[in-house]
């Protein structure tokens, strides 16, 4: 615990140079409004990394939230607008529908030992290629000024989906802390065969943390859909890759048995800071690239040292 | 034998320790360690565990650095980066835990790293194998194929291969970790022939183990860790067995299988004809309240695996099983804890323990339920719980309740399992080799512990390897081979006679015919 402790303080010191340099580069930066449109652009990568850092705790990893991401977006614009059910029905089926296929992924793995690797890689392509076949390449738009409220709206002057974010942030930070199933994640990521042998659902406790992955991916979905005005098959592509690696940024082992919530959202200010303040700096978007794999790199190596210093 | 140590005594040593410290952060491992092992000596190395052996024998090979002292190697100061540098000068080890790539083959493993080569470095796989071939044959190990894969091999015969990989780096001296600790007794015989011509070819060995008639049939000096001190360096003419265990705990040992009389009761749990594969075939028997049931058998012989099937981790696929005289259904080691099972089990390490959490999140781990009764987890009573089943049983942990068992000597990581699962309150405790690579003082403590619990009225099976605890600890004794049950020993008619001559019988069904 102290070591993760250490981790996140270090991490949490290198966002404050960080956002301190920022604001030397660009007067535009630390600006109210910047950053709280920052804040907007972080939720769906957010709400996906927070359920990730249970995934990868676990010792598992789902690659596939981007495709429920974009699965969910085109269902809720299908059901709206072709099944002609009204739209919060429609987002709550699309929703059910996203969180349906995170079980599918947990089923899977734990019934068929397949390693989730393999197992969220399938479902990758396979949900994605049925969000490209259901879509047919038509997008969807014209949806009712309520449901912009929702992506683009402000609530108490702060982003709506922002405050979304941090219920989800508080209720998962809680929920891994001080929970049975908590404490029943790390101890699955850290000695699955010890877990068993001490008689803790590790079955249930997987599929309901791949559940739960999938549940974030179909809430970002809609709420991405909101933002953008529109649908398109192709949405969240790639996603899984920025949610990773927040997490592991954040000091979650890859390994499993180690990692916190508060870690990945550090790790998740670094990034979406990184590239806004860079792009008003004027530095193009490959730069950054560079720079957030640096310091992925800086991040793996200071987690080894710290391990090795207490082994 | 003596005129023989004498000249031995002459020899100067092959290396040598003097003064050597190591502290891991603020703990201090080794304090002033002085040591030496000469060529053709075997050096028996004795403490209970967490005395430091292990921090000694890593630093003699390479994998840790002393913070102070001095290393010879024939009388010239050295200092190991790494095993690398150890092997090169002529040291290597064969660890307890068995270092070879399963999927490889004999050959591979044994030249791993350092292949004979060809020109433009191609490995000469025929050179290899033919070394591989002679380093075996020095080792009178005919039997082994060079050519198959480790996976297949048993573990007598990985550690002979472990040894033959020794010799390849051309080994002056071979420290050797606790090598008899899952052997059976062919096996360490055949291992004990293997050190003598080891010996006898000029090599020095430093010999771990607990166990005295081996250390007393094999050993010319033996050194006594504890604490991390040095305590004494004897030749084994001068030592004996009472004198090495006292100064190996610094008490002595009243006596060491102490199960007491309890009031046998009421069955508690009742099985018939249970089958599970090839090694649990048809077993039934009956286990009362207060009674310690050991089961013996060889290695193989199905004793892991009949606990492995009523603890619901490889379901029964016949017969019945009755708690209380209740039939049940175990599926999940979940729903044999539920009707108060509990399996304390064989590889504490992988099975047992989550070793990077700490002393109290794995004790409650098997009872959750009793610290978090709604969803949310209640810290307090879950730290009160652990320093009371620390004090009780006497876990020696210097950083309290939240240091992380991985931390912990055997002796101490046991005791945890033990007392995590005497949290869920059980009425069946079974305990799969309860004592395995512990040190004597841990040892009698667990025995203590076993005998106070049966006293309680917990039912107890035991399954264990070593013939004097199964015998001295048990009321009944259920001997398997082969998967069926060939024996039903009562306590007054165990002798290792009795019990041996069940191990190695077929089956029970002609004599009970």
């Known amino acids: ?311 | 034998m003596s005129s023989n140590l004498e000249e031995q005594s002459r020899t100067p040593p092959f290396v040598r320790l003097a003064g050597i410290s190591k502290s891991f952060g603020q703990v201090k491992v080794l304090k002033d360690i002085s040591f030496d092992v000469r060529p053709g000596e075997i050096h028996a190395l004795l403490g209970e565990n967490g005395a430091g052996k292990s921090t000694m024998i890593k630093i003699l090979s390479g994998l840790h650095q002393p913070d102070g002292g001095r290393m010879e190697i024939e009388g010239q100061p050295m200092r190991f980066a790494s095993a690398r540098d150890a092997n090169a000068a002529g040291i290597a080890t064969v660890y307890q835990e068995l270092l070879l790539f399963p999927e490889l083959t004999v050959a591979e493993n044994i030249f791993l790293g350092h292949y004979p080569r060809k020109a433009m470095g191609r490995i000469d796989w025929t050179a290899a194998r033919a070394g591989a071939r002679a380093l075996l044959d020095s080792l009178d190990c005919h039997d082994l194929d060079v050519d198959t894969r480790i996976a297949t091999l048993s573990v007598a015969q990985r550690q002979r291969v472990e040894i033959a990989k020794a010799l390849s780096h051309k080994a002056r001296i071979l420290i050797m970790d606790e090598p008899t600790a899952s052997l059976t007794e062919k096996d360490v015989t055949r291992l004990m022939e293997v050190v003598r011509s080891l010996k006898a070819r000029g090599v020095g060995i430093v010999y771990v183990s607990h166990r005295m008639p081996e250390i007393f049939a094999l050993a010319d000096r033996v050194s006594v860790l504890r604490d991390g001190m040095m305590i004494d360096t004897r030749a084994i003419a001068d030592a004996d067995e009472a004198t090495l265990v006292s100064l190996m705990v610094g008490r002595s040992i009243e006596q060491l299988f102490p199960k007491g009389e309890a009031k046998i009761g009421e069955p508690v749990l009742d099985v018939s004809r249970l089958n599970h594969g090839r090694l649990v075939r048809d077993i039934s028997f009956t286990l009362k309240r207060g009674e310690v049931l050991g089961i013996a058998g060889l290695v193989g012989s199905g004793r892991t695996e009949l606990a492995l099937t009523l603890f619901g981790i490889t379901p029964a696929t016949s017969g019945e099983i009755r708690v209380m005289g209740k039939p049940v259904s175990i599926r999940t080691p979940r729903q044999a804890r539920d009707l108060g099972l509990a399996y304390v089990p064989e590889d504490r390490g992988l099975q047992g323990l989550v070793k990077s959490m700490t002393i109290n999140e794995n004790l409650s781990m098997a009872a959750l339920d009793r610290i978090a009764p709604g969803l949310f987890l209640n810290f307090a009573e879950e730290a009160r719980r652990a320093v009371d089943a620390v004090r009780r049983l006497g876990v020696r942990a210097r950083a309290g309740i939240h240091q992380p068992v991985g931390e912990l000597s055997g002796g101490n990581q046991q005791k945890v399992v033990i007392a995590k699962w005497l949290e869920t309150r059980p009425d069946i405790l079974i305990l799969d080799e309860p004592t395995r690579g512990v040190d004597v003082g841990a040892k009698a403590e667990i025995h203590a512990m076993m005998s106070d619990l049966a006293a309680k009225g917990l039912a107890i099976i035991m399954i264990s390897s070593e013939l004097p605890e199964v015998i001295g600890m048990s009321d009944r004794i259920l001997v398997m081979n082969n998967g069926q049950v060939t024996g039903m020993i009562d306590r007054a008619d165990a002798t290792p006679e009795t019990v041996g001559a069940a191990m190695t019988a077929q089956t029970k069904s002609k004599e009970a015919a």
């Not at chain 1, 996906?48 to 995934?55: D, G, H, L, S």
């Not at chain 1, 919060?88 to 992924?105: D, H, K, P, Q, R």
Request: proline share 2%; aromatic share 8%; with cysteine.
């Open chain 1, 1 to 311: 615990m102290r070591m993760l402790l250490r981790h996140e303080t270090i991490l949490a010191l290198v966002a404050v140079v960080l956002l301190v340099a920022l604001a030397f580069q660009s007067s535009q930066f630390f600006t109210g409004a910047n950053l709280l449109n920052q804040g907007r652009l972080m939720t769906e990568v957010g709400l996906v990394a927070i359920i990730m850092t249970f995934v990868i705790i676990t010792g598992g990893i789902d690659l596939s939230v981007g495709s429920i991401l974009g699965l969910t977006a085109i269902l809720t614009g299908v059901f709206w607008q072709n099944l002609g059910l009204p739209l919060a029905a429609a987002a709550g089926l699309a929703i059910a529908v996203g969180t349906f296929c995170g079980f599918v992924n947990g089923f899977v793995i734990t019934r068929f030992g397949v390693p989730p690797l393999i197992a969220t890689l399938a479902t990758l392509a396979l949900y994605r290629g049925l969000a490209e076949g259901i879509s047919q390449a038509r997008s969807v738009r014209g949806y009712p000024d309520w449901f912009y409220v929702l992506g683009q709206g402000n609530l108490f002057g702060v982003p709506t989906q922002l405050w979304i974010l941090i219920v989800f942030a508080i209720l998962a930070s809680v929920l891994l802390a001080t929970t049975r199933i908590g404490r029943s994640i790390y101890a699955i990521g850290a000695n699955e065969v010890a877990a068993f042998f001490s008689g803790l659902p590790v079955n249930r406790t997987k599929i309901a943390v791949y559940t739960a992955s999938g549940f974030a991916a179909a809430l970002a979905g809609v709420i991405f859909v909101s933002r953008v005005s529109t649908t398109r098959s192709d949405m969240g592509t790639g996603l899984e890759l920025d949610a990773i690696t927040a997490v592991v940024l954040g000091g979650t082992s890859i390994y499993g048995g180690r990692g916190s919530v508060i870690g990945t959202l550090i790790g998740l200010v670094v990034i979406q800071s990184l590239k806004n303040g860079l792009s008003l700096a004027g530095i193009k978007a490959e730069g950054t690239a560079v720079l957030i794999g640096l310091m992925l790199i800086g991040a793996i190596l200071m987690t080894t040292a710290l391990n090795r210093r207490r082994a």
